[in-house]
């Protein structure tokens, strides 16, 4: 090697080095200077093509087992599964409709494709409160490691939920807001839980943001052991609501944000826009799973631009705020009878070598229940929606 390359080759080096350390110390001042939402976008790692190809191989389910939930009546309707593990047996909560508003049920498994219903976690009110008439449970601290334990995590002895309530009755009625629920029970036994006074949030606070000045919707909320955000807890919530005036194309659609917390009962907004969300339609119901290093964000999408119908799909991160859309084809969508009006809100997991994947499944009689889709051929499932109601 001539004088004249390797003295190119060394001022290459050294202007390589002085620029990581000019990185490091631009994050040490960002994070002064602005706290730790600027250190997060300054330290931003993009989720590869390639990387999310293999995401998607790994997580597809080209198999639909069918349903494994229904209603007894017609009169009621299934909703929104979240399926965590106690031992060898698994739990799953759900909502349930019956015309007056959502209550939150729980059931048991042996082998994640037939269920039984245990009984109501979250039930009407018999008084006046601000969710008498609402209560839509989503279990939070659970082991989000891909083909983990799926186990609930207790915090300060306490097992936790978050919901969105209202006292309005009707289907998603009225003002809805979200609240903390929480049990020093066994959460994998039905029993009534008890709930914080007051909503953690509502679209009608002095900082809501203007795509959630509507409602609020479903909330999951997951424990950021590597303080990414600068907190332990971090709920992702979808809400909908529209600031700006004759905006009739994109108003009141369904977008996902970030809250942030370090105590479960003390929340504050994180950002002031959604992280995952799309022109036109719903993006909603986040679901968080950990794959190797990246967090891979399941969530449903409706009514868009190209796509009909109501389906899931799924985004990728490093960081947690900065989300990489997968845009090939969905995980799951409408292609049977008994989910051919919509497939969607979405629960995955792996276990042992098997990725299921429980969504809502809707028929054309608008019939509601909870399916199943597999990566492995399990045979299909003989339960079916009861006879629908006769048309007058």
């Not at 739990?91 to 042996?110: H, I, K, P, Q, V």
């Not at 008439?133 to 939920?161: H, S």
């Not at 794959?291 to 631009?305: C, K, P, S």
């Amino acid at each position: 090697m001539s004088d004249e390359h390797l003295e190119s080759l060394i001022l290459c080096l050294a202007t390589h080095v002085l620029l990581q350390k000019m990185k490091k110390q631009l994050y040490i001042i960002l994070f002064i200077l602005f706290g730790r939402e600027a250190f997060v976008y300054a330290q931003e790692a993009q989720v590869t093509p390639g990387e999310m190809d293999r995401i998607y191989h790994e997580v597809k389910t080209p198999y639909k087992f069918g349903l494994v939930m229904v209603p007894p009546s017609n009169d009621k309707k299934m909703d929104c599964p979240t399926v965590f593990r106690k031992g060898k047996k698994w739990y799953m909560t759900y909502l349930t409709f019956d015309g007056r508003g959502y209550e939150t049920w729980l059931a048991s498994s042996d082998n994640l494709l037939h269920w039984t219903p245990q009984g109501k976690l979250m039930s009407f009110s018999g008084e006046e409160t601000w969710d008498a008439n609402q209560k839509a449970g989503y279990n939070a601290l659970q082991d989000i490691t891909w083909a983990g334990t799926y186990t609930l995590n207790p915090f300060k002895g306490k097992y936790w939920m978050s919901y969105f309530g209202g006292d309005a009755a009707g289907y998603e009625a009225g003002d809805l807001s979200i609240g903390l629920a929480y049990t020093k029970g066994e959460p994998w036994v039905a029993h009534e839980w008890e709930r914080l006074e007051r909503p953690l949030f509502t679209a009608k606070d002095k900082d809501v943001r203007w795509w959630e000045n509507r409602k609020l919707f479903k909330s999951t909320i997951m424990e950021d052991k590597k303080r990414l955000t600068g907190h332990r807890f971090v709920m992702y919530y979808n809400a909908n609501g529209d600031s700006l005036s004759n905006n009739v194309k994109t108003r009141w659609f369904e977008r996902i944000g970030m809250a942030v917390s370090d105590d479960m009962i003390h929340w504050k907004r994180y950002l002031e826009e959604p992280v995952v969300h799309h022109p036109v339609g719903i993006t909603g119901d986040a679901v968080i799973q950990q794959i190797g290093e990246t967090y891979v964000l399941f969530y449903f999408g409706a009514f868009w631009q190209d796509r009909k119908g109501a389906f899931n799909r799924f985004a990728a991160s490093k960081d947690l705020v900065h989300w990489t859309d997968w845009e090939g084809e969905n995980l799951i969508a409408p292609s049977e009878s008994y989910d051919a009006l919509y497939a969607h809100k979405s629960f995955v997991l792996k276990h042992e070598g098997i990725v299921y994947h429980f969504y809502c499944a809707v028929n054309k009689n608008e019939q509601r229940g909870i399916a199943v889709a597999t990566s492995k051929d399990l045979g299909k499932s003989t339960l079916h929606f009861i006879a629908p109601p006769e048309s007058p």
